[in-house]
Each structure stands twice: as C-alpha cells, then as structure tokens.
C-alpha cells in the first residue's frame, strides 16, 4: 500500500517545523522526527488508530498522535493508498481538514 501526503499535508508539516525551530534550536528537528515516527505507525498498523469522530463520512479517517506534540497527523485509508490530509494541532479549528481529497 502506497503512502502520500497532501500538498496541503507537507505545507503545514514545513511551517510547523519552521515555527518549532524559531522557537528553539532543534525542536523544528524533534518535531519531523516524531511526525515521521507517526508515518511509521500510519504504514505499519493504519487500521490499529482511531477513526476520526468528528464528522459522520462513508471515508475512512483516522488519528495519529504526534508524540511530545499536540499534534495528530490526519490521514485517511483509501483502496491501494494512506493519504495524509492534515498535519492538526490540537487547538486549530476541528475538521479544518475535512474537505480535503487529493
């Protein structure tokens, strides 16, 4: 099965990044690091996370928390593919995400 991010997805993950490393020197780094150990648990075992619960949808959204971060990297499980649609912080709007296909 095929893994991808959104052009939207990959945005958010560099301005996120660039915010952390602002911030501190290293915790822009920290951040991709446990961001990509979340890719791994997507790849590895997508059906073991939760499905998203904040819209009633026929897709098959889950949640992967970013650990150290509130984030969660939103993802949805197609056919042939994981799609990453939103790399979410917990305090941006719910469902922000919701209308994204690619």
Do not use: N
Request: proline share 4%; charged share 35%.
């Amino acid at each position: 099965m095929s893994f991808r991010l959104l052009a939207s997805a990959r945005r958010e993950l560099k301005q996120d990044a660039a915010w952390y490393e602002r911030r501190e020197g290293g915790l822009g780094e920290r951040f991709l690091d446990a961001v990509r150990q979340g890719f791994q648990r997507i790849v590895d075992h997508p059906q073991s996370l939760p499905r998203d619960t904040m819209k009633r949808s026929r897709r098959d959204i889950r949640r992967c928390a970013v650990s150290g971060f509130s984030y969660q990297v939103i993802f949805e499980i197609r056919p042939d593919e994981l799609v990453v649609l939103a790399i979410a912080h917990g305090s941006r709007r719910p469902g922000y995400w919701s209308r994204r296909k690619g």
